[in-house]
């Protein structure tokens, strides 16, 4: 299910003193933005937030469960389900959303080169 304009605008509207917010489309619900940080994403109406160390422990002892994309599969991304209570209070939001907008962005080390066949046989890096 995509997500509603209805549950899109009242999430941006809860969220409206976050600084450069905006919300993108994408496979079927919206990612959240403050600025150019990816902070947050909305699917099936419902939102999710960005977690880490410093906050991963607020969603897990109010028994918020990660996204998980793909239903039957282990795979779950670094976003838990916001609380109903939080979503509801606007001042909670901005609390919880920014702590999400706060964290270190995740740094992937680049992927080595394969070296790359010759016609000859021969390889080059």
């Known amino acids: 299910m995509a997500v509603t304009e209805s549950f899109l605008a009242f999430i941006l509207d809860q969220l409206e003193g976050l600084r450069g917010l905006s919300a993108r489309r994408m496979f079927g619900g919206a990612g959240l933005y403050s600025g150019s940080r990816f902070f947050g994403l909305l699917f099936n109406d419902t939102l999710y937030l960005k977690v880490g160390d410093p906050n991963r422990r607020q969603y897990e002892e109010a028994g918020m469960e990660p996204f998980r994309p793909y239903p039957g599969r ?8 916001a609380p109903a209570r939080v979503v509801e209070s ?24 394969r070296p790359r066949k010759l016609k000859d046989g021969g390889t080059r890096a």
């Open 74 to 81: 282990p795979t779950a991304l670094s976003y838990y389900m």
């Open 90 to 113: 606007r001042s909670l939001l901005m609390e919880w959303a920014r702590q999400s907008v706060e964290l270190p962005a995740k740094r992937t080390a680049p992927k080595p080169k």
